[in-house]
């Protein structure tokens, strides 16, 4: 009985370690979300960092090797909360049109929600961010699996499945840079609700019917 008391004991303690090892990690993540958000990812240190949650820097290399390892961190956070809202977007029973639409929506609702947060992140040209973030180069589709979800997409609109790849990859690349540029402008300009859908539901029309005819370089 002593044993098994002493090794239930031994259990809560690591797991209060445990739970106090992911809250530092999560202190710290926040700090340098609020830095990035306020300050631009330009800005970002681990002297700021320790500033905001009031530890001292060695502390946080306990934690993390050094800034690019927080920016990963940061940037894998936000690419799995846009996965999971463009695949919860998906419908089996839609048509590729509809699925298209719908995940364009989620996309905007997702990216304007995060505000200067995403701004700051995915308009930094600094090798650390463009490493998880660009998105224009040939084969980026095996790389980053929205721009994937995107081009299995489109190969499921009437007579695309027959395209060569590299021109479903182009053509997801600049329908991505579209909304990514809309997605930007309603950050900046701060626009209202209502234009927001106005601005988006036109976008994906546009993009709707380009889409109706096959490109003429397939």
């Known amino acids: 009985m002593i044993i098994v008391k002493r090794r239930l004991k031994e259990i809560g303690i690591a797991e209060r370690k445990n739970r106090e090892k992911a809250e530092m990690r999560n202190e710290i993540l926040k700090a340098a979300r609020e830095i990035i958000t306020?300050?631009?990812?330009?800005?970002?240190?681990?002297r700021k960092i320790a500033g905001i949650i009031e530890y001292s820097p060695a502390i946080i290399y306990h934690y993390f090797d050094n800034k690019e390892a927080i920016i990963e961190k940061l940037?894998?956070?936000?690419y799995e909360k846009i996965l999971?809202?463009?695949?919860?977007?998906?419908r089996s029973e839609e048509t590729a049109?509809?699925?298209l639409g719908r995940s364009i929506k989620s996309y905007v609702t997702l990216?304007?929600?995060m505000g200067n947060t995403y701004k700051n992140m995915m308009q930094n040209s600094s090798p650390a961010f463009l490493a998880h973030t660009a998105v224009l180069h040939k084969g980026a589709s095996t790389e980053r699996p929205a721009l994937a979800m995107l081009c299995q997409v489109l190969r499921e609109f009437p007579g695309w499945a027959?395209?060569?790849e590299i021109d479903i990859e182009t053509t997801a690349q600049i329908i991505w840079a579209a909304i990514f540029g809309l997605t930007l402008?309603?950050?900046?300009?701060?626009?209202?609700?209502?234009?927001?859908?106005?601005?988006?539901?036109?976008?994906?029309?546009l993009i709707l019917r380009s889409l109706e005819n096959i490109p003429s370089g397939a």
């Open 111 to 113: 990216a304007t929600g």
């Open 185 to 205: 402008r309603l950050i900046v300009e701060k626009v209202g609700e209502k234009q927001k859908q106005r601005l988006t539901d036109r976008s994906i029309t």
């Open 97 to 99: 049109a509809e699925n």
């Open 84 to 90: 999971k809202a463009l695949d919860s977007s998906q």
């Open 162 to 164: 027959e395209c060569d």
């Open 75 to 78: 940037i894998t956070e936000d």
């Open 38 to 46: 306020n300050e631009g990812a330009e800005n970002l240190s681990i």
